[in-house]
């Protein structure tokens, strides 16, 4: 497990929380706490999968690609995601042993079951959402 999605989700909080001002990598790092070197590659992902874009020149920074109400946490799961799998199977279990012979295969479908039910849950929230939810607490 790393931190990508929860760092990626910050980011496009905070883009969002910007009300349409660009956000260099410097200031977001800042609320984030780490390097803008970090941030700069998040925020390219998180540009390949079309949720955010750069603004060139003086002034210019990050921006969200779209509104926060039709980026869902889901969508910034799947751009940081690079492995594509939230439970990896153990890879080389012993094919001798009965338990390592069998393991994969019925830990199999709980994995995928429980990546669903998080991809469910992911898609239910928005970026919007979770911008005044902040902006409640802040309140």
Do not use: W
Not at 3 to 14: D, G, K, L, Q
Not at 63 to 83: C, H, M, T
Not at 119 to 136: C, H, M, N, Y
């Amino acid at each position: 497990m790393n931190s990508r999605f929860a760092v990626a989700t910050h980011i496009v909080a905070f883009l969002q929380y910007q009300q349409g001002q660009p956000a260099s990598s410097e200031l977001i790092a800042s609320s984030v706490n780490t390097n803008p070197t970090f941030i700069r590659r998040l925020l390219s992902l998180l540009a390949r999968a079309g949720l955010t874009k750069s603004m060139m020149g003086s002034g210019g920074g990050a921006l969200l690609a779209r509104p926060g109400d039709q980026i869902s946490l889901l969508d910034v799961y799947r751009a940081v995601d690079e492995e594509g799998v939230l439970l990896a199977l153990h890879e080389h279990p012993n094919p001798a042993c009965p338990v390592g012979r069998s393991i994969n295969e019925v830990l199999a479908n709980e994995v995928n079951e429980a990546q669903q039910a998080l991809e469910r849950r992911l898609s239910a929230t928005t970026i919007a959402d979770l911008a005044a939810r902040i902006a409640a607490r802040s309140a």
